[in-house]
């Protein structure tokens, strides 16, 4: 257990629908990212905040958002979904703000996306 | 651009048989390099990681990794697989700016009785 929970775990809506996946970090970690899974992209960074500040951007696109609440919890926001939204989205903390250099990310279980 | 390649899309190896899954980057400054295990079902876990200084690197579950500079490559080894090892692999290369991971496709391990 990495001490990064996402809700919910499972999640299928329709083609055109708003879904928000919420996301936990570890105690004490500031940043949050955002990272995408699907068959034929492979795993993507969407997005990261840090401290309630975004602090990088990947390949996100612009019907989804993110943000990072006081205290410390992260949302992500996927709208107009399309077929090819459907994917396993993964949450990832870290304690400060360089997770992809000398730090480690903490990945949750993910959230398992099915767009119909 | 930062890339990561990982040839081996599936590898399936016999219980207690040596393992090698083969990692290569592209980077142009020092990397930070690392592999990562996801189960079926599971999150991402992390085997080990690389920042600087020697080469050779331990982690969890008795895996190992060897960094070579010359070969752009990141290697992970163990010597002698379980079948609770089947599961799918991932390498992945940071930056020293931004929080940004890059992951090769994965490996998926299979492993035989």
């Known amino acids: 257990d990495s001490g990064v929970t996402q809700t919910p775990k499972h999640l299928i809506t329709a083609t055109g629908q708003r879904v928000t996946l919420r996301c936990s970090p570890r105690?004490?970690?500031?940043?949050v990212y955002w990272y995408q899974q699907s068959l034929d992209q492979g795993l993507q960074f969407l997005i990261q905040?840090?401290?309630?500040?975004?602090?990088a951007k990947g390949n996100i696109l612009e019907r989804f958002s993110a943000q990072q609440f006081p205290d410390l919890h992260s949302e992500l926001n996927l709208s107009s979904l399309e077929l090819g939204d459907s994917a396993l989205y993964f949450c990832a903390s870290s304690v400060g703000a360089s997770g992809g250099a000398t730090e480690t990310q903490y990945f949750g279980p993910g959230t398992r996306l099915l767009v119909l | 651009a930062q890339s990561v390649t990982q040839p081996d899309i599936h590898i399936t190896v016999s219980e207690g048989a040596s393992l090698e899954l083969r990692c290569n980057y592209s980077?142009?400054?020092?990397?930070?390099l690392f592999w990562y295990v996801q189960s079926p079902g599971q999150g991402l876990q992390l085997l080990l990681k690389?920042?600087?200084?020697?080469?050779l690197v331990q982690g969890i579950k008795g895996f190992e990794a060897e960094f070579k500079r010359s070969q752009s490559s990141f290697n992970l080894r163990k010597p002698s697989v379980h079948w609770s090892d089947a599961a799918e692999y991932f390498c992945a290369v940071g930056r020293d700016q931004g929080g940004k991971l890059i992951f090769g496709q994965g490996t998926e391990l299979s492993v035989k009785p």
């Open positions: 905040y840090y401290n309630g500040e975004e602090r």
């Open positions: 105690s004490g970690d500031l940043s």
């Open positions: 690389y920042f600087s200084g020697d080469t």
């Open positions: 980077y142009g400054a020092t990397p930070y």
